[in-house]
């Protein structure tokens, strides 16, 4: 059990949630922002010394009731629920994030002629493209391998740009969604790295936000094609624990011509 990350985790989570929200007075004087650790005790139905043990990553390993009753009271979503019960060992664990893309997987990436497709593993490693996207956004096999990364890309310069900040605070919280960080050496490395390199990552780690991605929309400005606004949408590849990541654009749409385009200039 992850103890240090299980009272990180529950620390940040008890402070988001304002008295009123679970019927509680906030009364005077409060200071804590969010609940009192004796209020989150209180309304899970544990002891407080048992709950204090827990945020300070010394306490015994919680059940499933204490786990249940812990994210009804923290009003936790479905991914961070699913997040907090690996945190306390109740899932599998992973295996290190696989590089070998499947021969089927390849083979599928190889017919979407129509959108830009990528295969990435759980650090954010691009592992296998197609044309599409070497079209969109350059020729990957140029790029050394540990830079085939797009958490690199998005905070390669300090900070996200202004109109990536959403997607860069989504992404983050995928990368934590995980529920791999610290004991997966690839990805604490990768964390490592962009704390160094970037506060604005720093930040957004710090958070602790959890949200599994499963689509978001992209805004690039392209060389030839110009302003495309795409859907990214992340599909989950069975048995590799990777995802197949598919650009595309609404039919009718100035970002859905401008994929033609691309795939015309680039055929």
Request: net charge neutral; with cysteine; glycine share 6%.
């Amino acid at each position: 059990m992850n103890r240090e990350e299980l009272g990180g985790f529950l620390r940040s989570r008890r402070g988001r949630i304002q008295p009123a929200e679970v019927g509680l007075a906030p009364g005077p004087r409060r200071q804590t922002p969010g609940l009192r650790r004796e209020e989150v005790a209180l309304l899970a139905g544990i002891s407080v010394d048992y709950y204090i043990r827990l945020e300070q990553g010394r306490g015994p390993h919680p059940s499933d009731q204490v786990l249940t009753a812990l994210g009804r009271t923290l009003r936790l979503t479905a991914d961070e629920h699913d997040f907090l019960l690996r945190l306390a060992d109740r899932s599998p664990a992973h295996a290190e994030p696989a590089r070998e893309v499947p021969a089927n997987v390849r083979r599928l990436l190889d017919r979407l002629t129509d959108v830009p497709a990528m295969v990435i593993n759980a650090c954010y490693d691009v592992l296998a493209w197609n044309s599409m996207l070497v079209a969109l956004i350059g020729d990957l096999s140029e790029t050394p391998p540990r830079e085939r990364n797009t958490l690199r890309w998005l905070f390669g310069n300090q900070a996200a740009p202004a109109d990536k900040l959403q997607l860069a605070r989504k992404c983050v919280a995928d990368l934590r969604a995980t529920g791999r960080y610290p004991a997966d050496t690839d990805i604490r490395t990768l964390v490592d790295d962009l704390k160094e390199r970037s506060p604005h990552f720093a930040e957004l780690w710090a958070a602790r936000d959890i949200e599994v991605q499963r689509t978001l929309t992209k805004h690039m400005i392209h060389p030839i094609a110009g302003p495309i606004e795409l859907d990214c949408d992340f599909l989950p590849i069975a048995g590799a624990d990777q995802r197949l990541v598919l650009y595309t654009a609404a039919p009718g749409t100035p970002s859905h011509e401008a994929l033609r385009r691309l795939r015309e200039t680039y055929a």
